[in-house]
């Protein structure tokens, strides 16, 4: 059993390249979610998915694009790259998208790919 | 002012000492609580995990909720180089609220 699955684990862009970070996870889970982890800004969410099809933006989804077209796939798509998305990117999903379901918070996160944007 | 506010440490302290970390919140709606560490270059794992006010306890950690101070806390006991990590505290209302985490280092 996997888990969630991240690739690439480090890669590094020239400005204005576009790049797709692959994530995928094997526990049928139906909420899906891309965070980015920046020093002193903590965990902040840039797109979710809480089913195939469907895709809604986080905090911060400016520059960023996603899609879902299975339950497994979640593919975080950078447009344009800007040194301002330099950061670590975590893929996480959980079992239940409710806002009131428990199973909501028991997020499982990928290892994470480290991004430099020169 | 951010709606959960972390000390970022870092927070050293010998092998078996006690350690509480804590984090402050604004947010009164806040119902689900949670505790994720995370090693060096790794992804965050969930440790703890309360619903409303009260402890859990989970072998040597405990976690506290205390909603009326809008604080939680989580503390270890016995603590072990191992535990050295990042935890990062985490809250639910209609959206999920990660504080920026205190880095933890215990040594031998």
């Known amino acids: 059993n996997a888990g969630v699955t991240q690739t690439p684990k480090f890669q590094v862009l020239k400005t204005g390249q576009s790049m797709t970070l692959q994530c995928a996870q094997d526990?049928?889970?139906?909420?899906m979610s891309w965070y980015r982890q920046d020093p002193g800004m903590g965990l902040r969410l840039i797109h979710y998915s809480v089913g195939a099809g469907i895709t809604d933006q986080g905090e911060v989804p400016n520059g960023y694009n996603v899609s879902r077209s299975t339950t497994e796939d979640f593919p975080l798509r950078l447009l344009s790259a800007a040194p301002s998305q330099t950061s670590v990117y975590f893929c996480?999903?959980?079992?239940?998208?409710?806002?009131?379901?428990?199973?909501?918070?028991?997020?499982?996160f990928g290892a994470g790919s480290r991004l430099t944007v020169l | 002012q951010k709606e959960v506010e972390q000390d970022p440490g870092p927070l050293s302290v010998p092998e078996g000492a006690i350690v509480s970390l804590n984090c402050t919140y604004s947010?009164?709606?806040?119902?689900?609580f949670m505790w994720y560490r995370q090693y060096s270059r790794k992804g965050p794992e969930l440790l703890m995990y309360?619903?409303?006010?009260g402890n859990k306890e989970d072998g040597r950690f405990t976690a506290q909720v205390d909603k009326s101070s809008k604080y939680i806390s989580l503390f270890i006991r016995d603590s072990q180089p191992s535990d050295s990590a990042t935890y990062l505290c985490a809250m639910r209302a209609d959206k999920l609220i990660f504080g920026t985490g205190t880095r933890l280092q215990v040594f031998p």
């Open positions: 526990m049928n889970h139906e909420y």
């Open positions: 947010n009164s709606a806040f119902q689900y």
């Open positions: 309360t619903y409303s006010s």
């Open positions: 996480a999903s959980s079992y239940r998208s409710g806002r009131t379901s428990s199973g909501a918070n028991v997020l499982t």
